[in-house]
């Protein structure tokens, strides 16, 4: 996953976005969201506040990527407090990792070899929705839906739907 970039994995079967919302936005990164509403939102606030303390430059940021191996959650939104609710919660997670590839199509194959790589921890996944080519904010990206079975600690089986998308950005 080195070679990945910023991922933003949806694992929701919908997500009810309105104009009036909050934004989550990381301005190191170049990176907004609307915040769904009625989610909880948990952020990984020391990393973002030693963000902070940078002087911001890519430089800067991808040597703050490589100290925290090559990958840090901005922010994460949940459906349901996982504290209290049994069963897989509905999440997104906003993801920035360093990008090596150059060109689109060299960062298009390493989001799919990446996600093979799931079958490792997941034997059923499978794409409900081949990758594509997106555009999101104007930046070409990649976008697919999966599915994968897992169990939980009590032992009920869950199914899952994933939703991923892939935004190059810079170097991330």
């Known amino acids: 996953m ?3 970039i ?7 079967t919908f997500i009810n976005i309105t104009y ?3 934004k989550f936005v990381n301005k190191e990164y ?4 609307q915040e769904p509403k009625n989610w909880m939102q948990t952020s990984n606030k020391e990393i973002l506040k ?4 940078f002087e911001i430059s890519d ?3 991808s040597k703050f990527l490589s100290d925290h191996k090559g990958s840090i959650l901005l922010t994460s939104f949940y459906k349901y407090n996982p504290k209290t609710h049994a069963g897989v919660v509905p999440t997104i997670q906003v993801n920035v990792r360093a990008k090596a590839n150059k060109n689109f199509e060299s960062f298009k194959n390493t989001i799919i070899e990446s996600a093979k790589g799931l ?5 059923d996944f499978e794409y409900i929705k081949e990758p594509t080519d997106i555009q999101i904010s104007g930046i070409k990206s990649i976008y697919f839906i999966s599915k994968f079975s897992m169990v939980t600690q009590n032992g009920q089986l869950m199914n899952v739907r994933s ?5 190059p950005y810079k170097n991330y």
């Open 2 to 4: 080195k070679n990945a």
């Open 6 to 12: 910023l991922t933003i994995l949806f694992f929701t």
């Open 20 to 22: 009036s919302q909050k």
């Open 30 to 33: 170049g990176f907004q969201i």
């Open 50 to 53: 030693n963000l902070e303390k």
């Open 59 to 61: 430089k800067n940021l």
């Open 119 to 123: 079958k490792i921890y997941f034997p």
């Open 163 to 167: 939703r991923t998308y892939a935004i």
